[in-house]
């Protein structure tokens, strides 16, 4: 080699260095500045009273009226009550679903999965206002059946503790379902026949050497129920509330727009300790699963076949019967009544078209529509995108680009929406050349991104847990940089993952109602606020017939996105196939 050529490729090289330095570091600032920073203001706003804007002096004193509040120990009480039942139920629910899925030949057992996965499809802003109509003491449908038949007063309240906790423990189910199931499945069941080869029953066997073999999944599945309940604002919004139960989100929303003046010092006070809570969980999985081995899986085979469990399945299939109808069939029934009456439950009216006339002619209802369409479909794809990239960094890079990347998409873990939309608005309000995005349709919009991220990321950690580090191996000796190996290899290949979790992150968007009761702007509310709106006017009616747009959307949506991943899939394969 030449000095000349020996000089050429130094300067390249050190081209390349600096390039892949600057775009480094631009992505450490980006992570700084959309989920580390606007955390920060959480910290800050606990030691100040108001708007960064006002200029306030720091102080203890509201941090200290905070937790001198009677009311601040009520609230933890409730939200750790409504942990400790819904987490037991929901994962007691869905662990027993999934053993019955993957391990048993109980009748109905394979349609789990696609019911399970149709719930996480439906908002849970609609699946709540679905059992108000049921349940409601005055004019629900179930207690007006009930009086037909002669049943005098109302013989089911779901505005009360017992409804709340009913109704959270089913909408939680199907995600402890599937966050159980793969576990379940790859059991080895030669652990099961050697029990009960040494005289051990079903159920003894069932406790004593199933259950306790896949305690990574239960205590995982257990974690994200407790960070979820701990999280939720809808229900406990539309249904605790109306009881005088108050649980961190809706204490947070009740001091920042109900008190007047807003109390922000105690809003986000209760933050603080709800990050901590978050923190405590996370921890003791941690030492609960501290040097254990969990590995039933060797290079032996292992049989697949079906536990036979003899009469006791018609049992289990009678509650996978029981689990459809009350957890989709009964909402969706009573959303489908109540959108063809003119009055909610005054059934001598008869049915009409005109809720859906109105919805689709009403200027302010068809903008709602619109505006969420948009929201779902640019908010999902920067979700999965964001995701995408950073759960690549987190599993090919290492170091403190790792580390930080991690704790960064951690973040919105530990928050709920409204606290990450409280947390967005202070952190654009303390920076005067942010305070333009104040009450705009951009900032909304960022944070709905950033607080679907927990569930995309899951979506790409599975997709890129698939492929080979020796694709993009193959393309860097070639010649090709990060950027393009990140581009033509990995975004091609992942193509159908990146579809499927654009779709579910646009719906979970399109039924977040948390964000938008804080950020949304003036005279442009999304689908989710529109709907709480109507049901505080007690326009129940029109609230079902906007739920049944939305269901007729996503069902169109999920067959377009159906058609795209297998178009997706097609593409994969020719990729993989191509010299």
């Known amino acids: 080699m030449s000095a000349t050529d020996f000089a050429r490729d130094r300067r390249a090289s050190l081209r390349r260095s600096v390039v892949s330095g600057a775009l480094w570091s631009s992505f450490v600032a980006a992570l700084t500045l959309i989920f580390v920073y606007p955390v920060s203001m959480i910290v800050i706003g606990a030691f100040r009273d108001g708007l960064p804007s006002d200029?306030?002096?720091?102080?203890?004193?509201?941090?200290?009226?905070?937790?001198?509040?009677?009311?601040?120990?009520?609230?933890?009480?409730?939200?750790?009550?409504?942990?400790?039942?819904?987490?037991?139920?929901?994962?007691?629910?869905?662990?027993?679903?999934?053993?019955?899925?993957?391990?048993t030949n109980v009748p109905g057992r394979r349609l789990l999965t696609p019911l399970m996965a149709i719930n996480l499809f439906?908002?849970?802003?609609?699946?709540?206002?679905?059992?108000?109509?049921?349940?409601?003491?005055?004019?629900?449908?179930?207690?007006?059946?009930?009086?037909?038949?002669?049943?005098?007063?109302s013989v089911i309240d779901i505005q009360t503790w017992g409804g709340l906790i009913l109704l959270m423990s089913l909408g939680y189910m199907p995600f402890a379902y599937l966050l159980m199931l793969g576990a379940f499945k790859n059991r080895d069941q030669a652990l099961d026949e050697a029990a009960a080869v040494s005289g051990a029953g079903t159920v003894r066997t069932f406790f004593t050497i199933t259950v306790p073999s896949i305690g990574p999944a239960i205590t995982g599945a257990a974690i994200l129920i407790a960070v979820l309940v701990f999280q939720s604002f809808d229900g406990p919004q539309l249904i605790g509330r109306q009881a005088g139960i108050y649980v961190f989100s809706t204490q947070i929303y009740r001091y920042v727009r109900d008190e007047v003046p807003a109390k922000y010092g105690q809003a986000f006070a209760l933050s603080l300790v709800l990050i901590v809570l978050v923190l405590v969980l996370f921890l003791a999985q941690r030492w609960l699963?501290?040097?254990?081995?969990?590995?039933?899986?060797?290079?032996?085979?292992?049989r697949r076949e079906p536990q036979e469990l003899g009469p006791v399945r018609w049992l289990l299939f009678a509650m996978i019967l029981g689990f459809m109808l009350l957890n989709l069939v009964l909402p969706l029934f009573a959303m489908i009544l109540g959108s063809?009456?003119?009055?909610?439950?005054?059934?001598?009216?008869?049915?009409?078209?005109?809720?859906?006339?109105?919805?689709?002619?009403?200027?302010?209802?068809?903008?709602?529509?619109?505006?969420?369409?948009?929201?779902?479909?640019?908010?999902?794809?920067?979700?999965?995108?964001?995701?995408?990239?950073?759960?690549?960094?987190?599993?090919?890079?290492?170091?403190?680009?790792?580390?930080?990347?991690?704790f960064s998409v951690w973040i919105p873990w530990a928050l709920p929406g409204l606290v990450l939309a409280l947390a967005y608005m202070f952190a654009v309000l303390a920076v005067p050349a942010f305070r333009s995005l104040y009450g705009?349709?951009?900032?909304?919009?960022?944070?709905?991104?950033?607080?679907t991220i927990p569930v995309?990321?899951?979506?790409?950690?599975?997709?890129?847990?698939?492929?080979?580090?020796?694709?993009?191996?193959?393309?860097r000796i070639s010649g090709a940089g990060p950027l393009r190996v990140l581009i033509t290899i990995v975004l091609r290949l992942v193509i159908p993952s990146f579809l499927a979790g654009w779709f579910l992150s646009a719906l979970f968007i399109s039924g977040n109602l948390a964000v938008p009761m804080l950020l949304a702007p003036p005279g442009l509310q999304p689908v989710s606020l529109t709907a709480f709106q109507l049901f505080l006017l007690g326009d129940l009616a029109s609230g079902a017939a906007l739920f049944m747009i939305i269901l007729l959307a996503a069902s169109v949506v999920l067959a377009v996105a159906g058609a795209s991943m297998w178009l997706g899939a097609r593409y994969q394969r020719r990729a993989l196939s191509a010299p």
Not at 139 to 153: E, H
Not at 289 to 302: C, D, E, N, P
Not at 459 to 467: F, P, R, V, Y
């Open 289 to 302: 699963l501290r040097g254990r081995s969990y590995t039933t899986l060797t290079g032996k085979t292992s």
């Open 122 to 153: 439906v908002p849970p802003l609609f699946h709540t206002l679905g059992w108000i109509m049921l349940g409601n003491a005055q004019n629900g449908l179930i207690n007006q059946l009930a009086r037909f038949l002669g049943t005098p007063g």
């Open 55 to 103: 200029d306030l002096p720091f102080t203890l004193a509201e941090l200290a009226t905070s937790f001198a509040a009677s009311e601040t120990w009520t609230t933890l009480a409730n939200s750790v009550i409504l942990v400790l039942v819904c987490g037991v139920i929901s994962v007691t629910g869905g662990g027993l679903f999934a053993w019955i899925a993957a391990n």
């Open 456 to 475: 995309s990321s899951r979506i790409a950690e599975g997709a890129l847990a698939q492929l080979s580090p020796e694709l993009e191996e193959a393309g």
């Open 340 to 406: 063809f009456q003119p009055i909610f439950g005054v059934t001598s009216t008869g049915f009409t078209l005109d809720n859906y006339a109105r919805l689709i002619t009403d200027p302010v209802l068809s903008s709602s529509l619109s505006l969420t369409a948009w929201l779902a479909i640019v908010g999902g794809f920067g979700s999965i995108a964001i995701s995408l990239l950073t759960t690549y960094v987190v599993a090919r890079r290492s170091g403190f680009l790792k580390a930080y990347t991690s």
């Open 440 to 451: 705009t349709a951009v900032l909304m919009t960022l944070v709905l991104i950033v607080a």
